[in-house]
T-cell receptor, first 113, second 116 residues
Framework: KAGVTQTPRYLIKTRGQQVTLSCSPISGHRSVSWYQQTPGQGLQFLFEYFSETQRNKGNFPGRFSGRQFSNSRSEMNVSTLELGDSALYLC????????????FGQGTRLTVV | AQSVAQPEDQVNVAEGNPLTVKCTYSVSGNPYLFWYVQYPNRGLQFLLKYITGDNLVKGSYGFEAEFNKSQTSFHLKKPSALVSDSALYFCAVRDTRNTGFQKLVFGTGTRLLVSP
């Protein structure tokens, strides 16, 4: 069974630009969550999608958005990039019930210059 | 609000010795607890979880963790450390009241260094 796939693995963007990151969950998983990992703030929850609906959102500005498609694939978008958005962005998928573990992709390393 | 504390930034242990990585948590309801490991430039890899039942849970690669409700702790343990266990370890909690929601709250991580 294929794992969680995130593309691209690395990105370099300039301040003010926007970026779109993609996540393909494990087949059959309907829940996709996104996290930001930085040395200073650690792992922070961004948002969760289930059956194309956002059902939970972390404390991030509106520049961070996401969506989920009917095949459960998800994208997150960051507009008007700031230097502080440089981070490892991790996607996790799970089958749904709260007691199930989440499986993470390898992440997208975003560098804003 | 949920929170997780990992009081040690780094744990050093010699290969073959037992290891413990500490975790305490705070939730309003009952917790679901998880341990993940991260190798350099990689995502998080699931090790084990506590949902309910036996307080000692066994996971991947010989790791186990003990749930202690009175001390609100969920320490990760391994009887005999390997050099290849050297990595960054994260404890995470999910509040059982949020049925179906997948949000995890993570600790700050503990770097484990196993020397030969």
């Amino acid at each position: 069974k294929a794992g969680v796939t995130q593309t691209p693995r690395y990105l370099i963007k300039t301040r003010g630009q926007q970026v779109t990151l993609s996540c393909s969950p494990i087949s059959g998983h309907r829940s996709v969550s996104w996290y930001q990992q930085t040395p200073g703030q650690g792992l922070q929850f961004l948002f969760e999608y289930f059956s194309e609906t956002q059902r939970n959102k972390g404390n991030f500005p509106g520049r961070f958005s996401g969506r989920q498609f009917s095949n459960s694939r998800s994208e997150m978008n960051v507009s008007t990039l700031e230097l502080g958005d440089s981070a490892l962005y991790l996607c996790a998928s799970s089958s749904g019930p709260a007691g199930t573990e989440a499986f993470f992709g390898q992440g997208t390393r975003l560098t804003v210059v | 609000a949920q929170s997780v504390a990992q009081p040690e930034d780094q744990v050093n242990v010699a290969e073959g010795n037992p290891l413990t990585v500490k975790c305490t948590y705070s939730v309003s309801g009952n917790p679901y607890l998880f341990w993940y490991v991260q190798y350099p430039n990689r995502g998080l890899q699931f090790l084990l979880k506590y949902i309910t039942g036996d307080n000692l849970v066994k996971g991947s690669y010989g790791f186990e963790a003990e749930f202690n409700k009175s001390q609100t702790s969920f320490h990760l343990k391994k009887p005999s450390a390997l050099v290849s266990d050297s990595a960054l370890y994260f404890c995470a909690v999910r509040d059982t009241r949020n049925t179906g929601f997948q949000k995890l709250v993570f600790g700050t991580g503990t770097r484990l260094l196993v020397s030969p």
